[in-house]
């Protein structure tokens, strides 16, 4: 039955066009944190047959667990820094290269010392030890430390031990290569978090192993600034003929850093740095396992922008979560704007996808299927606990997301680079819902059959640019959205619009443009709630109230053709039960750590640019 309505749901949409699925950030027990926290003996080989819809062995649990729905395309994109070698110490402490007697020393009571904290129970204190302190000041400071946190452990060289686990990672994405059936990436995590600030990206080339062996992966341990990453990116491409992407992540989290208004060395942006960012980092994976990261908590006028906030800094010990503009998908699109005003270039013209961040090896991103960031958190037993320093968060505090959705020719990896490079993607927070956008200035003769033949023909896809105008009415945009076919019904289809006013100050403004049961609007211009059909006994939810799909063409009423602007759509399902919900029944429990009980779930699509 499952898969009649997902061929169903291709269907909706089979033309010039295939939509895929995936999940660009998952660790394995390579990945120092994934292994310190119980993750020990699921690697890259399991994480692609859970994917692809196996049955595997959870590596904390030992139960057999497998996906619901299998995934499309998948990157393993396990930690650079000491890539596998606190995973391979414990297997064989005596692997490193020779460092003299005192060397020798010092490293061996450091090894012993954490490898006995592993074989008790408490390899989360490694791990905590690890993190990085927050700043000693209030402000928005960052001290930069060239060596990283994670650079003090081990002791020793440890190039041999990395490219024995890199010729693993990149055979096993080899192996499990189905071109026109599922893509395996090679890529790894560039993981730089000073002082608690989240900077990170995930690399992603779409090459294969006689490439990726050439190099080794790129860590914050050699440098902690991104220019210095994408310098790195630009020589080994050139020198070894290859490609990559950067994709910035997490950035709820990255104290106002990720997109700030200046260069993390504290510079105002030029066109050199604003072009060499865009070049690289053309996506960004706007919702994850630790939160969600496209508008701030408090945004006016959004009554939906406070989603799956997570508050807790990845650093040593507790301080309190402020959210900052830098932090936040919209307002990096409007600041966007603003650069580009001034310098002509825009360093935040970026697509949006969503991926989990899991660190059990299990891409799990269904609430009813999920197995926590850790493995240490997979049942709701054991989630009442500090997943990350000592700041009372629990596994509950995790969101079950995302998803990348990509809009491409076929299911290889060059077809899915492509789409990344053009940005014709975008994210969901975990269900299969399926939407596709075009813009253009006359759309009139598209109609729900020949959507994506025409669509292609008189307008641009999510990712695109409106750069002409041939009337003086405002662009059109055609949408459809179908709702995940073993899933919730949607609750309605909103478009978000950002512009630069003739102030020059950047503005934005929601549109609902299509809306389930006939509703009405309130006084206050508010479209009245869908409803909830949860059921808070049993976690079940009836598609009693929503729509299954929606298709609609919208014209902007407020346009104005001297205003720089963007367009992204936010389609939401009507409210279904959290992984939280399910938890506290199974508990027979009803604390507060475990709640919100309900959410609404959603999809973001990539911008379309308008540009005078």
């Known amino acids: 039955m499952t898969l009649l309505l997902i061929a169903s749901f291709k269907q909706a949409f089979a033309d010039e066009m295939e939509l895929l699925f995936g999940d660009t950030h998952l660790h394995t027990a390579y990945s120092f944190d994934a292994f310190l926290n119980d993750n020990q003996s699921a690697y890259p080989d399991t994480a692609y ?89 209030d402000g928005h400071d960052l001290v930069i430390d060239p060596n990283g946190a994670i650079a003090s452990v081990p002791y020793g060289d440890v190039t041999n031990i990395k490219a024995k686990v890199w010729a693993d990672i990149v055979k096993s994405a080899e192996e499990h290569y189905i071109p026109g059936k599922f893509s395996s990436f090679v890529g790894w995590e560039w993981t730089s978090t000073p002082t608690g600030a989240n900077l990170h990206r995930v690399i992603i080339s779409p090459d294969g192993a006689e490439k990726a062996l050439q190099y080794l992966p790129y860590g914050s341990d050699i440098s902690q600034y991104p220019r210095d990453l994408w310098t790195w990116l630009d020589s080994t491409s050139k020198k070894f003929d290859t490609r990559f992407i950067s994709i910035p992540h997490n950035s709820n989290l990255s104290k106002g850093y990720m997109f700030d208004q200046t260069t993390l060395e504290g510079e105002p942006f030029d066109r050199d740095y604003a072009e060499q960012r865009i070049k690289w980092e053309p996506i960004v994976e706007v919702t994850q396992v630790k939160g969600d ?57 970026f697509g949006l996808i969503g991926s989990t961040d899991s660190h059990t090896s299990l891409a799990s991103a269904e609430e009813k299927n999920f197995w926590g960031k850790y493995s240490n958190d997979s049942t709701p037993e054991i989630k009442d606990q500090d997943i ?34 053009r940005k014709e993607v975008y994210a969901t927070t975990g269900p299969r819902i399926g939407v596709q956008v075009f813009a253009g200035w006359d759309l009139s003769d598209i109609t729900y059959k020949n959507f994506q033949d025409l669509g292609y023909k008189l307008g641009v896809p999510m990712g695109g640019d409106l750069s002409s105008i041939s009337k003086n009415s405002g662009p059109s945009f055609a949408i ?113 750590k475990m709640k919100p009980y309900t959410i609404q779930e959603r999809a973001y699509t990539s911008p379309i640019w308008y540009n005078p």
């Open 293 to 349: 990261s496209e508008s701030l908590p408090d945004t006016p006028g959004d009554e939906f922008s406070d989603f799956e906030t997570y508050q807790y800094y990845l650093q040593a010990y507790a301080t309190k979560y402020v959210p900052r503009q830098g932090d936040y998908i919209r307002p990096a699109l409007k600041l966007g704007l603003e650069i580009n005003e001034a310098i002509g270039v825009n360093p935040y013209k």
């Open 49 to 137: 047959r859970w994917a692809r819809g196996l049955p595997v062995i959870h590596p904390y649990t030992r139960t057999r667990v497998q996906i619901n729905t299998p995934l499309d395309f998948l990157v393993v994109s396990d930690h650079a820094e000491y890539l596998g070698v606190i995973t391979e110490l414990a297997k064989d402490p005596d692997q490193l290269t020779d460092l003299g007697f005192f060397g020798n020393l010092i490293r061996d009571i450091q090894i012993q010392f954490a490898l006995f904290l592993i074989e008790i129970g408490r390899a989360e204190d490694v791990f905590n030890n690890a993190l990085p302190e927050p700043a000693s000041g």
């Open 480 to 592: 459809k959205v179908v709702k995940d076919p073993i899933g919730a019904n949607l609750d309605r289809v909103q478009i978000v619009k950002g512009w630069i006013d003739r102030d020059g100050k950047s503005r934005e403004k929601i549109y609902d443009v299509a809306w389930s049961d006939d509703r009405d609007f309130d006084s206050f211009g508010q479209l009245e709630p869908v409803g909830n059909t949860v059921d808070l006994t049993t976690g079940m939810h009836e598609n009693t109230i929503g729509e299954t799909d929606f298709f609609t063409i919208w014209q902007d009423p407020d346009f104005n053709r001297d205003e720089p602007s963007f367009y992204y759509i936010r389609a939401l399902e009507i409210p279904t039960a959290r992984h939280s919900l399910l938890d506290a029944l199974a508990l027979e429990s009803d604390d507060n």
């Open 388 to 421: 990350i320093g000592d700041a009372n968060n629990t596994g509950w505090s995790m969101s079950a997301g995302g998803l990348a959705g990509v809009w491409a020719k076929e299911n290889t990896r060059d077809e899915i680079y492509a789409a990344f490079k």
